[in-house]
């Protein structure tokens, strides 16, 4: 495990081939109300799901699998988003942190320095940040460190960062939440994340 007091998660590019063909392929639109970033959990969340929770918003998905928190921060640092400013960022990033052995202390100030990034960027849209979810059972599933995570992640919670507490609401969702990977969602999880962040509506 990383050393969190010295580890620093620094902007960095994505590598995965797959990643910088979908990114090549990315068309920006003029504008977008709704900006969903993150890894594969942020990707796969159903459009008309979003657009339920958010109704009448232009909703942009730029999130990308595989994507850790620093590759986010790199992607933020393209010229070609500055000038969306939207509304709202919703982020859903860190379980692939947890995978590379990144401490809870290194991924909570990696999401903090995002959160500035995007600030900068967008001249302070509301946030919405979810915790981390579950990740199955078994030592890959880091569920210590991702307790402590979320409880880090917990305490950046303001008037306009908002936090989408995850694991309740695939909790209430049942056995159909989860894909059989116990990592990836099936629509279920997603519908149960979508009634909760459309609890969250500003």
């Not at 890894?39 to 232009?58: E, F, H, I, K, Q």
């Not at 994507?67 to 986010?72: F, S, V």
């Not at 990144?102 to 959160?115: M, R, T």
Request: proline letters at 7%.
């Amino acid at each position: 495990m990383s050393d969190g007091a010295a580890h620093i998660l620094c902007p960095t590019a994505p590598t995965r081939a797959s990643a910088l063909k979908r990114l090549a392929a990315a068309r920006i639109p003029e504008a977008a109300d709704i900006v969903l970033l993150g890894d594969s959990l942020a990707a796969a969340w159903p459009s008309d799901l979003v657009a339920a929770a958010r109704p009448g918003r232009r909703i942009l998905n730029l999130g990308l699998p595989g994507d850790r928190i620093q590759n986010t921060l790199w992607r933020i640092g393209r010229p070609d988003l500055a000038h969306l400013r939207p509304r709202e960022v919703v982020i859903v990033l860190g379980t692939n942190n947890l995978s590379d052995g990144d401490s809870p202390a290194a991924i909570a100030a990696g999401l903090a320095d995002l959160v500035r990034g995007l600030d900068a960027l967008w001249e302070r849209p509301a946030l919405v940040l979810s915790t981390i979810p579950p990740r199955g059972s078994g030592p890959a599933a880091c569920e210590a460190e991702r307790q402590e995570a979320n409880s880090l992640i917990a305490r950046m919670e303001t008037g306009r960062l908002r936090l989408l507490r995850s694991e309740p609401a695939l909790a209430a969702a049942g056995d159909g939440a989860f894909a059989p990977d116990r990592l990836h969602l099936e629509r279920g999880g997603y519908e149960a994340l979508t009634a909760a962040l459309a609890g969250l509506a500003d």
